[in-house]
C-alpha cells in the first residue's frame, strides 16, 4: 500500500530537479541527473570537473606525492592487512587492488557485498582476480531478507538495488572497523566523475558525516517500516528479530572517527578513466568483458557485469529521469575522448531504455512478482515532463540530439 509517508519519500528522489530537460553541450548527459549541476554555458559538472583534470588546476603529481605518504602512514610490512579495497572482480576495483599491493607494495584485504543474484561472467571474474594475487573476503547477507528488501525497495522507491548499494559502502567499512584497519580505499568518487555533489571534488574521501546522509539517509527505514505493514516481513516468514539492518547500515560515525578510520578515493589522486582500467584489468588480473557481446541498454560489454539484475536498474533510471545506461557510458567516453560527441548521440539513440529482456525473467523470478505488477509498478514513476502517451503507448518526451 502506498501511504502517504511512502508517497512523500517516492517523491523526494525527483525533488529539485528541473521541468525543463536539457542535454550538455559537451556530452550527452541530461540536468536530470539527482544532484547535477549545469553552468550558464550549458555544460554539465562532470565534463567541466574532466576540464580540470586535463589542466593543471588538478595537480596529479601533487596528489602522487600525497598518495605516497598516505601510504607509508598506514603500510605494515609484517603480514598484517594495511588497508580494505572493495572489490567486485570488476575492472575499476581491480585495479585498483593490484596497483596497490604490487605498485606500491600495501598489503589489502579485498571486500565483496555479493549482488542480489551473480551473473556467471561475474564470478568468473572475482575468481580470476582472487587467483591473480589477493586475499578475498564475500560478504553475503541472509539471502531471503536480501530478497525482501530489495523487493520492497523496488515497490516504495523505484530502486531494488538500494540495498546493494548500501552492503557495497557499509560492508567494507564495517570489516575494517571490526578487524582494526584503518584505510579503505574506494575505487572512484562517482559524485564528482559522473554527476553528483561538486563540492566534494576536492575531498580525497568522503567524510563520514557526508557519507551517512548522501547515501543512508533515504527512505529505507521507512520503507522497512512499510514493508511490514503491508505484511511483507509476515509472507516471507522473517522474524523481527533477526537482524536486517547491520549488512545494510554503517557502524556508528562517532566510533569510526574515534578508531581514526580513514576513507579515501583512488581517483582522487589518479587521473580517473575506466577504459584504462579494463585495459590494465584484463592484463593483469585476467579480467574478461562479456563474452555474450554488449549489455542491455547500452554498447559497452566490459562493466558491470557481475549483477544479473543490473540491467532492470539502468532501465528504472531511465524510466525515472531519462537516463539510461547507454547515456551513463556514452558521457564519460566523450569527457574521456574515446569517442565524440556524434558517436555518443548516436549510441544513446540507438541503445538507451532498450528493455532487458533478458534480465527481465531472472529478475521477475528474484522479486516473485508478474509482468503485469511488473508495468504497474515501474509507471508509478514516471514523470510527466519526460513522459508522455501516445496512442496508449509511452514516448519519452526529450532525446538528446
Ligand atoms: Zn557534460
Known amino acids: 500500500m502506498i501511504t502517504k509517508p511512502i508517497r512523500k519519500h517516492m517523491e523526494t528522489q525527483f525533488k529539485g530537479l528541473p521541468k525543463k530537460v536539457l542535454f550538455c553541450k559537451k556530452c550527452v548527459m541530461s540536468n536530470q541527473r539527482p544532484r547535477i549541476k549545469f553552468n550558464k554555458d550549458g555544460i554539465c559538472g562532470p565534463c567541466l570537473y574532466t576540464e580540470r583534470k586535463k589542466s593543471k588546476v588538478i595537480d596529479y603529481n601533487k596528489r602522487n606525492k600525497m598518495l605516497l605518504k598516505l601510504l607509508d602512514k598506514h603500510r605494515k610490512n609484517n603480514g598484517d592487512y594495511d588497508c580494505i579495497v572493495p572489490c567486485s572482480g570488476g575492472k575499476d576495483s581491480s585495479t585498483v587492488a593490484h596497483k596497490l599491493k604490487y605498485k606500491y607494495g600495501m598489503n589489502p584485504l579485498c571486500v565483496t557485498f555479493s549482488p542480489p543474484v551473480y551473473t556467471h561472467i561475474g564470478t568468473e571474474n572475482l575468481r580470476n582476480f582472487i587467483e591473480s594475487g589477493f586475499d578475498h573476503k564475500l560478504i553475503t547477507p541472509n539471502g ?49 566523475e559522473y554527476g553528483g555533489d561538486s563540492t566534494l571534488e576536492n575531498f580525497p574521501g568522503m567524510p563520514w558525516d557526508r557519507m551517512e546522509k548522501i547515501y543512508f539517509s533515504s527512505p529505507f527505514e521507512k520503507i522497512i517500516e512499510a514493508g511490514k505493514k503491508d505484511g511483507y516481513f509476515k509472507k516471507y516468514n522473517i522474524d523481527l528479530k533477526q537482524s536486517y539492518k547491520i549488512p545494510f547500515t554503517l557502524p556508528n560515525i562517532n566510533e569510526l572517527k574515534k578508531k581514526k578510520i580513514e576513507f579515501h578515493w583512488w581517483s582522487f589522486y589518479n587521473k580517473w578513466v575506466p577504459q584504462n582500467n579494463f585495459y590494465y584489468a584484463t592484463e593483469h588480473c585476467n579480467f574478461q ?41 556514452a558521457a564519460h567516453e566523450i569527457r574521456d575522448g574515446h569517442i565524440s560527441r556524434e558517436e555518443g548521440v548516436r549510441l544513446v539513440q540507438k541503445y538507451d531504455g532498450e528493455f532487458p529482456e533478458k534480465s527481465f525473467k531472472i529478475f521477475l523470478e528474484y522479486m516473485d512478482i508478474t509482468e503485469k505488477e511488473f508495468w504497474l509498478i515501474v509507471d508509478r514513476f514516471r514523470q ?6 501516445q496512442n496508449g503507448k509511452w514516448q519519452i518526451r526529450e532525446q538528446v540530439s
Request: charged letters at 25%; one cysteine or more; glycine letters at 8%.
Open 384 to 389: 510527466q515532463h519526460i513522459w508522455k502517451k
Open 144 to 192: 531471503k531478507i536480501y530478497k525482501l528488501l530489495n523487493k520492497l525497495c523496488f515497490i516504495y522507491f523505484g530502486d531494488h538495488e538500494e540495498p546493494f548499494d548500501r552492503g557495497v559502502l557499509s560492508a567494507p567499512i564495517r570489516e575494517a572497523f571490526n578487524n582494526n584497519i584503518k584505510l579503505v580505499f574506494y575505487a572512484e568518487n562517482g559524485e564528482v
Open 289 to 329: 568483458a562479456n563474452p555474450e557481446g554488449r549489455m542491455e541498454g547500452t554498447y559497452s560489454r566490459y562493466a558491470q557485469l557481475d549483477d544479473a539484475t543490473d540491467s532492470l536498474l539502468y532501465y528504472l533510471m531511465y524510466i525515472k529521469y531519462g537516463i539510461g545506461r547507454a547515456t551513463s557510458d
